[in-house]
């Protein structure tokens, strides 16, 4: 039924040139209602059919986009309001309070990555097709033969001072090719401009709330449990179960 409904807005969107069906904002200064529409026909002019658009391109993306987005920006919303970056809050409230333009969009994409980067748990299980030899930064050899799985941390490559100097501070005016979230070259994602745009409209959407703050208590703690190299899992509300992604904080705010 989704896919039917989505593969029905790309043709509205391509044929027609209309928006879809109950697709949000029509706000033509709304990036991310823009990006999609520009998304759809881009992908057409290539020479994909409606079909391909939606079966193949946009539910996969959305399939693996929203539970990650949803996690880093979780793991963000909690590093700026812990001590560490803290100290950033009335700077990123006042970005997002002002009007969206490329400068402010950037900012509050540089403070999201920053966030991310700092607070993200990130790893990936790879195959080794090939026998090599792996050098730690320590000087120290790693053998791997063909066929070993082997796990990529993210979370040191993300604290590298070769790649981020001074990597303990949040720096929002780092270059975004120094990231790779979203994976690099021929293996960057698809979303990864539409995750870049989305993380900064919820960027921009919570943090202007007015003296936004954990609610008091222990529902205001994102729960979770450390592992070895800097990896965390997380906890659900009742504290009785493990799981990948973070649900238990929340947030309060001032009424304007």
Sequence with gaps: MLGKLIETNVKITTKVGFRGLFTGSADKTDPLASYGT???KG???????????????????????????????AQAVDY????????????????????????????????????????????????ATQDDVIVEDDG??????RGDRVFVSFVSAAKDPENFPRPEEVNPLRPL????HYGLGPHA???????????TEMFRTLFRKKNLR?????QGILKKVPRPGGFFVYMKEDWGQIWPFPVSMKVMWDEE
């Design 189 to 199: 994602c698809l979303g990864r401009a539409a995750s870049q745009v989305a993380l």
């Design 177 to 180: 090719d120094s990231y790779i």
């Design 43 to 73: 992908l057409s002019k290539a020479g994909l059919s409606a079909y391909d658009i939606a079966w193949s391109q946009i539910l996969p993306t959305a399939g693996a986009m929203v539970p990650n987005q949803a996690q880093v920006f």
């Design 214 to 218: 954990r609610v008091p208590g222990p």
């Design 140 to 145: 120290r050899e790693v053998p791997v033969r």
């Design 80 to 127: 700026y309001l812990s001590p560490p970056g803290a100290a950033h809050l009335e700077q990123i409230h006042e970005t997002a309070l002002s009007p969206s333009t490329k400068e402010s969009d950037a900012l509050l994409l540089g403070y999201a990555m920053e966030g991310i980067r700092l607070a993200g748990t990130f790893g990936s299980y790879r195959e």
């Design 38 to 40: 520009n998304l759809i």
